[in-house]
């Protein structure tokens, strides 16, 4: 009986331990770009408006850098994209009736018009409230 309620203590301890440390973060963004001034100043913008969130995580991914080439994979990034961001492990979302993909350049905002995405600032703005839980 004793070993049971050490067993069902030590899961309970465990069970908690991860809830609490995987709550460390509400939201996760990954950003993926291509080294080059045009995708670079997208990231310091996107840097601007995740820095309006609390409890959010930044992994940065550099498409041409060796150590990158795992999460590249993780998501099977095949496409030729200057910027591709992942909230909480997608880059698509719904925004009312909008599909909404946060890869390439902002809508407006695209140094090569082939490279013009469809979402905007304020769009990814909109999926850290929903992700993050607000500001």
Do not use: T
């Not at 004793?2 to 069902?8: R, V």
């Not at 291509?34 to 959010?56: C, M, N, S, T, Y």
């Not at 961001?85 to 993909?101: D, E, T």
């Amino acid at each position: 009986m004793k070993i049971k309620s050490i067993i069902f203590s030590f899961l309970a301890v465990a069970a908690f331990s991860f809830a609490v440390m995987g709550s460390a973060y509400s939201a996760v963004i990954e950003i993926f770009y291509l080294p080059h001034p045009p995708a670079e100043a997208v990231v310091r913008d996107v840097d601007a408006v995740i820095k309006g969130f609390k409890g959010v995580e930044v992994k940065k991914y550099s498409f041409e850098d060796p150590g990158s080439r795992k999460p590249i994979a993780k998501y099977n990034i095949k496409e030729h994209s200057p910027v591709m961001i992942f909230v909480n492990g997608k880059n698509q979302f719904s925004l009312g009736k909008r599909q909404v993909a946060l890869k390439n350049f902002p809508k407006g905002n695209a140094f090569v018009p082939m490279f013009e995405g469809n979402w905007s600032y304020e769009d990814l703005k909109q999926i850290l409230k929903s992700a993050a839980g607000g500001k």
